[in-house]
């Protein structure tokens, strides 16, 4: 049996702690962990977990947790990544690895110094079925040549009112960035961002162009104030022909002349099926050591990070920003793990 920690008992916390208890055979929620140790507690109670703490180092260190999921706010993610990596026990941390991409490289040389790969980084949507599917039209060469992908990224509105564009691209897009690298095989070279005008004071959409190395065009929109619901579209497009998401409803409402799908308040319902998924590749690792194939490491964490910082720098400047990175380290081309 697995012994798993949670750090984190917010929104997503407690998601992954119902995933560990209710859809993961092997794994036992061994300790909930949150700074509000009442939070703490009663998602402790709602998944039966072992015990509760306040402190993460104290958790990373205990002899009876044998990997960690890291879901406290995003500043602690690289920390406690790093002493996750110190300890030598694997971790699955919450997107972003870090908004800095120099944190994230400090990641990378403590993963390098030990060996072997010990993060794994959540950026879910690689597991969810959609773009699973656009990765394989592509591979499979159905498509042709990839000459585009277009995204739309749209929040019901945004988390807190003070939320501005360069959020939307530090924040939200970030999924975006990683996913579009996941399923094109490529890397970004270059950005440009635009915002269109709204009527009252609210954060409007943030529109970017990117390029690519292989000479692609990707579009990326993030609404954070769409009002209608939690919208992510999708669409790839070859020179033989193009794959696009579906909106996911399991049900349609026909009355009163006109026929309706409904939307998810927000990304948990439409992207649950994908976390159970990446959920059960990270046990997966713990258990066997092997690297998930299409899960995000900490070189991604970096690249998702440097293509922000690039998008942020091009939305306040009104200037197209390249895109450089340094050059993939070989630890990364071979996918290793921590020995189970
Ligand atoms: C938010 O920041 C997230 O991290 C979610 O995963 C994403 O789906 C949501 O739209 C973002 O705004």
Redesign the pocket.
Known sequence: MTRVAIIGAGL?GEDHAHIVAQDLPGARLQVVCDMDAARAKSVADATDAGDISSDPHAVIARADVDAVIVASPDFTHAPLSKACIAAGKPVLC??PLSQSSVECLEVIEAEKNIGKQHVMLGF?RRFDQSYIEMRQALTSGVLGRPLMMHNF?R?VET?AADFTGAMAIT??A??EFDVVRHVLGTEFTSVTAHQPRRSDDRVAPVVMVLETADGQLVTIEIN?NAAYG?D?RAELVGEAGSIAMNNVAYTRTDMKLASGTRYDA??RG??HEAYVRQNRDFLRFVETGNFPEIASDCWDGYCAAIVAEAGAKALATGQKQPITMIPKPDFYAAKTGVAA
């Open positions: 997503m919450e997107k879910m990224h929040n988390p924040n939200s970030p999924h954070n939690y992510v927000d990304w439409r992207y």
